[in-house]
Nanobody, 124 residues
Framework: QVQLVESGGGLVQSGGSLRLSCAAS????????AGWFRQSPGKSHEYVAG????????SYADSVQGRFTISRDNDKDTVYLFMNNLKPEDEAVYHC?????????????????WGQGTQVTVSS
């Protein structure tokens, strides 16, 4: 089964940018729809963005629309999340996930495989 590893998190000032990457091993990420979720302490996973297998369809949570961009490079088996104009409320552990559903879902339960996450810290 596919294993996912996120990277690219770190400390950034409010208004700054980061690029997260999600690399796959043990399987091809191009076989799955993919998504990014985030979790803050004491909160459940929040949907951030999703992308179809081809990359032609993307969706975003209202809270990140216009600031974040999800993309994928199937040749590299990698999904990205470009985050611009970061705000303190974006601070969380960001997880990528892969889904076998025949549609790009916003529901956590529709995703079969998950990475361990990467911490994003935003200083005000």
């Amino acid at each position: 089964q596919v294993q996912l590893v996120e990277s690219g998190g770190g400390l950034v000032q409010s208004g700054g940018s980061l690029r997260l990457s999600c690399a796959a091993s043990g399987g091809s990420l191009s076989d799955y729809r993919a998504g990014w979720f985030r979790q803050s302490p004491g909160k459940s996973h929040e949907y951030v963005a999703g992308i179809s297998q081809s990359g032609h369809f993307t969706s975003y949570a209202d809270s990140v629309q216009g600031r974040f961009t999800i993309s994928r490079d199937n040749d590299k088996d990698t999904v990205y999340l470009f985050m611009n104009n970061l705000k303190p409320e974006d601070e969380a552990v960001y997880h990528c996930a892969a889904s076998t559903r025949p549609y790009t879902s916003r529901r956590r339960d529709d995703y079969n495989f998950w990475g361990q996450g990467t911490q994003v810290t935003v200083s005000s």
